[in-house]
């Protein structure tokens, strides 16, 4: 890519506009780069809407000295205002199940997956929906959740066949730079896991430039703005950046299921869910799970300052975080949030008209850049500025009907965080927990299962497996019904 004359009256023009923002060291070195490092420059520059830029650092920064002890007005959801699998009957939960299975068979459900971040915590070079848990299988995430969609789209065909033609749920999925090729590559080397790949809509989060303490854009080198992801937030713009929203409402399109990779137990489209939502009218809704004791570090669903909100533990005193309900003695505070959420595709349209009231978060970070006084590359010791990002329940406050859900977390939510050995959230408790539902899916049936002398599991654990091709959440699973079975065992179809 090379600098052309017709570019140079474009180049002044972009360099003028950023030094009339305040901004013209991100081309301090202009003078000094080749024809092509210029044009890639000059391209970086006119994606960024300097002017924009400069606003939300301003609110952010004065957010920094703005005094952390503002009080807010935090209480708990109102008495009765959570759905919850944990208290409906099993007529209810499977009421819900098929009427989210009827949405899905009209399609009319879509599924958006946030799948930006990269495996490197993991100690993989690949992107975490990539990562293999080291299930018997050998399926990576994306597979695992892929043939959820597989399963529930041949349950709708099948349960309303009248619908057969349009039982299709569209997977919109949410990459990001270092990301999107070895994404694209996972599916195509698979043939999509089974899915028809028009129905696999890639599209990339968005960026933000890093910025000093004193609101200055970074330069990772002489040409190049150091740039960092604007957090899952930055969904709600991606989606309208990339027509993604138009493109579902052309599908037909009505309700979205949205989720983030690293959940090897999250129920894709899950059809109790979406029944739940929509029953109450609900433009936004948020999956929880009861926290497992009153001072985990875990954000909460609440109302501040008369609002729906996430707020962070640390934002809840202990005597706050201890408090109980007088209707059932549980934590008042107990809806922990694991970034699970339903949406009509109407609010998703309409987020644009709220975003200028979204804050930036700040995250203060050690950013290597170019120091623009000296010219030399710098590594800092400790935080040299802030990277701005958004938070996907950022929108929280601006519904005013949001469906707050709560399952069992032991059914739907074990985050995969750390490395391999941690001992929490990392690869070994992700297998074991969907070892342990499978194992639990088996014997509601009537299966025994004996662990063999060939299973490798640890002491206390097995080594089993039901494809998600066989079954989304313990259905269909009859032809198990008074065996018994050893591990190690993979199930990918009826006995």
Known sequence: MMTTQSQIPQAQAVREKFAAAGQEQVFAYWDELTSAEQAGLLEQAQALDVDYINKIAKQALDSLSVSQETAHRIEPLPEGSVGSTLTASAEQQQAWFQQGLELIAQGQVAVILMAGGQGTRLGSSQPKGCYDINLLSHSSLFRLQAERIVRLQNLAAQTFPQHAATAVIPWAIMTSGPTRANTEAHFEAHRYFGLDSRNVIFFNQGTLPCLSFDGKILLESKGKVSEAP????????????????????????????????????????DPVFIAYCVAKGAECGAKVVPKSSWDEAVGVICHKNG????????????????LT??????????????????????????????????????????????????????????????????????????????????VERREEFSPLKNAPGTGSDDPETSRRDLAEQHLRFAQAVGATVVKGPEDPAPQGE????????VTYAGEGLEFL???????PQLITKPL
Request: charged fraction near 20%.
């Open 307 to 322: 609002r729906f909100a996430v707020v962070e533990y640390s934002e809840i005193s202990s005597e706050m975080a201890q």
């Open 325 to 406: 309900r007088a209707d059932n003695g549980r934590l008042a505070y107990n809806a922990g949030n694991i970034a699970n959420h339903f949406y009509t595709l109407d609010f998703l349209d309409r987020v644009p008209t709220i975003t200028d009231g979204l804050e930036h978060h700040v995250a203060k970070k050690k950013i290597k850049h170019v120091d623009p006084t000296t010219g030399q590359q710098v590594a800092p010791a400790k935080p040299n500025g802030i990277k701005l990002e958004q938070f996907v329940f950022d929108v929280f406050p601006y519904t005013d009907n949001l469906a707050v859900f709560e």
């Open 481 to 487: 019904q008074g065996r018994t079975l050893t591990t």
């Open 230 to 269: 604007d957090g899952n937030g930055g969904i709600y713009a991606a989606l309208h950046r990339h027509h993604v929203i138009s493109d579902l409402r052309r599908r037909g399109v009505r309700y979205v299921h949205s989720y983030c990779v690293d959940n090897c137990l999250v129920r894709v489209a």
């Open 462 to 469: 097995i080594s089993f497996e039901l494809s998600p091709i």
